[in-house]
């Protein structure tokens, strides 16, 4: 064997393992997380909010209340944000309160918000604290997300070559991602744009529901193919999520936490995986890889073989619907169908109420609104809720097992499992 081949089946074989520690993080602790408290403030357009650290703070004290819980509890707190200035969030659990404790600024594109779930979850479950905070906050401006520093290197570059060998299109950068991708599966699949636009009135429905959202009027499959047309054949207005600002959060602590201040938290994490890109996102052609398909199949994958489920067993899921394309493609990353069967899970109505798994009953990214920072812990709230039977007119029945999915280009995925405590 030559040493080039040597090395790279070394440097392979290392990468590997990086993959499976990764993923398998949990694998040998047996350590119980619990949701205890969560908090979420009504998500608005830009302009219509209140300043970032006002929204952020407003959240956790939300959260802290609900867990019933003193701020001089909390041991360490995770702030998600995506624009903002370092130590923004210092200054908004500052406002919250001022104890000293550790607080670690996360940036994980849109997976901001499950990124610092995740670390208060790790922190909790091995035993370096019993109560962890993580919040998610988001300031936005209108329009399509730009690339602010024009001085260095794009974080971007490799996957705009890619994208740009595989689709010849003039978008802003997330609607050429995520519509290509959407175009891939119906090369592939024979997904139509109806079924996108069934999965745009379905988030309608959902949020109609919600006092939370950002968009509350329903809109009928015929509405959202008749809007403004973005991509011909591909995409309309209303399949793209909006820019929105909001924040949210999540108190974590441990069994032994509950018991010594008296606490009856009805939701646990059952299982967490994150996963990032591979060489293949890049070496593939394929758009629904480049856009984050194959990391949601392996965290998925992760986490049912952590919990010892499968998606036959979830009532319930949140997952990242930036488009109403991602939607379609996470459905077969979850499991909930088979590759290339979207298409019938959509028309047999297995994506709603009285389906087989209730998906975004909060109207998801696409209605309820989209601030980076805060998505992945308003994912954690609706789901809480959903455990709890505190969704209201939201409430799906029966619920035992919840599934979210929150996905960063760039990249990272996050899929955290949760479960009703008995």
């Given at each position: 064997m030559s040493k080039t081949v040597m090395s790279r089946s070394v440097a392979e074989a290392a990468f590997q393992g990086s993959v499976v520690q990764q993923e398998s993080s949990m694998a040998g602790s047996t350590?119980?997380?619990?949701?205890?408290?969560?908090?979420?403030?009504?998500?608005?357009?830009?302009?219509?909010n209140a300043p970032y650290d006002e929204m952020g703070s407003t959240a956790i004290r939300l959260a802290l209340e609900d867990g019933g819980i003193g701020f001089n509890l909390v041991e360490q707190a995770y702030a998600g944000y995506v624009f903002g200035e370092s130590c923004s969030g210092q200054r908004v659990i500052y406002k919250a309160g001022m104890t000293g404790i550790p607080i670690v600024n996360v940036n994980n594109n849109c997976s901001t918000g499950s990124s610092a779930l995740f670390l208060a979850r790790q922190a909790v479950e091995s035993g370096a604290?019993?109560?962890?905070?993580?919040?998610?906050?988001?300031?936005?401006?209108?329009?399509?997300i730009a690339p602010i520093f024009s001085d260095r290197v794009n974080p971007f570059e490799d996957f705009d070559r890619a994208c740009a060998e595989l689709v010849d299109v003039d978008l802003p950068l997330a609607l050429r991602y995520f519509g290509g991708a959407g175009l891939a599966h119906?090369?592939?699949?024979?997904?139509?744009?109806n079924d996108f636009a069934k999965v745009r009135a379905k988030a309608s429905r959902h949020a109609s529901r919600n006092p939370m959202s950002v968009f509350r009027s329903v809109m009928s499959e015929e509405d959202v193919l008749a809007a403004q047309v973005i991509w011909p054949g591909v995409m309309t207005r209303p399949m793209a999520c909006p820019p929105t600002c909001g924040a949210a959060a999540a108190v974590l602590?441990?069994?032994?936490?509950?018991r010594k201040h008296d606490l009856q938290p009805k939701v646990r994490i059952a299982a967490q995986a994150m996963?990032?890109?591979?060489?293949?996102?890049?070496?593939?052609?394929?758009?629904?890889?480049?856009?984050?398909?194959?990391?949601t199949r392996r965290a998925a994958a992760a986490v049912y073989e952590k919990a010892g489920i499968g998606p036959k067993e979830i009532q319930v899921a949140e997952l990242h619907d930036c488009f109403a394309h991602n939607e379609v493609i996470t459905y077969e990353g979850l499991g909930f169908c088979g590759q290339g069967e979207a298409q019938r899970f959509i028309a047999d109505g297995d994506n709603?109420?009285?389906?087989?798994?209730?998906?975004?009953p909060s109207g998801g990214l696409l209605s309820k609104g989209h601030p980076l920072g805060a998505t992945g812990l308003a994912q954690c709230y609706e789901l809480s809720q959903q455990l709890r039977g505190t969704a209201q007119d939201r409430q799906v029945e029966g619920v035992r097992h919840g599934l979210q999915h929150n996905l960063g280009l760039g990249g990272a995925c996050v899929v955290t499992l949760y479960e009703r405590v008995a």
């Open positions: 350590r119980e997380v619990l949701v205890a408290g969560v908090g979420m403030i009504p998500f608005t357009k830009p302009g219509q604290v019993e109560c962890a905070l993580a919040v998610g906050f988001e300031q936005m401006r209108p329009g399509p119906m090369t592939k699949f024979g997904t139509t744009l602590v441990s069994h032994d936490f509950a996963t990032t890109d591979t060489p293949d996102t890049l070496e593939s052609r394929d758009m629904m890889h480049l856009v984050g398909s194959e990391m709603t109420y009285g389906g087989r798994v209730v998906t975004n």
